[in-house]
């Protein structure tokens, strides 16, 4: 990209400040879209040093790219921010999730050792309770067999392949599975390719441009010649990624023209008549992660996907535009920042009205990205909230009894 026409793009209207998350948080011009444009135009003519001032204003943004949404000029910010952050000095990458590590989690978790950390009160002085706190249960990940077939009783469609991803391998399994197992329901065999990696999102928006190449190539060899209707996966960040691989890689066009959100995939296909999905007598809180509205613009998808469950009421959450702060590394790495905007969102679930609520308190919050969906979570056990956060194909699959 070239990041000085991308920022002469930009006239300085100011248009979108009032919807930048970080503006609303603090008022100030520096964490807007527009004073961020200015401190990285300033920073790649070298009129400043990437400071720590400059560095904080930067590292503050979300990622949310809702000032694209409301950009008259067609200002690409995303892509900005992503050559910007070649400009600063690295933050500490997440570590990958290696199987030891998943195997001494699930230890730490299963033996008690968490309860008796966590009674101990020991990680609040270590400044790690509320990283512990986002940490979810371990799931079992049985490995995936390269293919899913569609059972001799229904009507086989076609082929579509299944993006497992690293950390949604693990924390999303639940998802990943429910989408397995209703993709053969409907009639789509399941192609799941072993040689798939990370999506490369977390290098990406750490300033490592060439690891986020790498892993967009590993998966441009493992999917492309796949002869499938679909590419889909069940966490919204990271199909936003995956939908932007030829911004890169030139040959990567037909790939992101098969990438779509679960919900989107499903929402847009026929569904037999017979299919048994049992009614809920319930109603759920509905969350639009930002990935899902401002980058794969799908925003809908997962209200028409639960649609199809009888008597379930579905309420959009007030302030559904604004970003959670659950950006991946974001609530990890600018968790005071994460925490406030999570206030947010959680206020706005409590504050559902009664009419909307139609006399029934939501018990369930959906969301379509494991991010939010982690944060959300620990922000609800911190307020000793028993609401259950939850995937719309989950709950979809779960009527179907495709899963328990
Ligand atoms: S991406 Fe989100 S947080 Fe960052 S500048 Fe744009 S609106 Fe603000
Ligand atoms: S990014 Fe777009 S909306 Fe924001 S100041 Fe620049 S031109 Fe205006």
Redesign the pocket.
């Known amino acids: 990209m070239n990041l000085s026409a991308e920022l002469d793009r930009c006239v300085m209207c100011g248009m979108?400040s009032q919807?930048?998350?970080?503006?609303q948080l603090t008022a100030d011009e520096n964490e807007?879209?527009r004073g961020?444009i200015a401190l990285i135009a300033a920073l790649s003519t070298g009129q400043f040093t990437a400071d720590a001032t400059v560095q904080t204003h930067l590292e503050?943004?979300?990622?949310?790219?809702?000032?694209?949404a409301y950009c008259p000029s067609g200002v690409h910010?995303?892509n900005i921010?992503n050559e910007a952050k070649t400009l600063l000095p690295k933050q500490s990458a997440l570590p990958t999730l290696s199987s030891q590590t998943i195997r001494w989690l699930r230890i730490y978790q299963r033996s008690g050792l968490q309860k008796i950390t966590r009674a101990s009160g020991l990680l609040k002085p270590l400044g790690l309770a509320q990283k512990e706190n986002l940490l979810p249960p371990v799931p079992d990940t049985p490995d995936w067999q390269d293919y899913y077939p569609v059972s001799s009783e229904t009507n086989h469609c076609g082929d579509v392949a299944l993006f497992t991803g690293c950390i949604a391998n693990v924390f999303d399994r639940e998802a990943l599975d429910a989408s397995r197992r209703l993709l053969n329901a409907l009639g789509y065999g399941v192609q799941v390719p072993p040689a798939q990696g990370c999506c490369g999102a977390m290098a990406l928006h750490n300033g490592q441009t060439d690891e986020a190449a790498a892993l967009a190539q590993q998966n441009l060899q493992a999917f492309t010649k796949l002869d499938v209707h679909a590419i889909v996966h069940t966490t919204s960040g990271c199909t936003a990624r995956l939908s932007e691989y030829s911004q890169q890689l030139p040959d990567g066009k037909s790939f992101v023209g098969k990438i779509k959100d679960i919900s989107q995939f499903l929402a847009g296909i026929e569904w037999p008549t017979d299919l048994p999905i049992a009614p809920l007598h319930k109603t759920v809180a509905l969350h639009t992660p930002?990935s899902l509205q401002n980058v794969l613009h799908q925003a809908d998808a997962p209200h028409r996907l639960l649609q199809r469950i009888p008597e379930l009421k579905v309420v959009p959450l007030p302030q559904n535009i604004r970003?959670c702060g659950g950006a991946g590394q974001y609530m990890l790495a600018q968790a005071d920042f994460a925490r406030q905007l999570r206030t947010h969102t959680l206020d706005a679930l409590d504050n559902i009205s009664p009419a909307e609520k139609s006399q029934q308190k939501p018990d369930t919050l959906v969301t379509s990205n494991l991010g939010c969906a982690l944060h959300l979570a620990a922000g609800l056990r911190e307020r000793g909230q028993t609401i259950t956060v939850t995937h719309p194909v989950v709950l979809i699959a779960r009527q179907l009894k495709l899963i328990e």
């Open positions: 979108c919807h930048c998350p970080t503006y807007t879209p961020r503050h943004c979300t990622g949310c790219r809702a000032c694209e910010f995303g921010m930002c970003c």
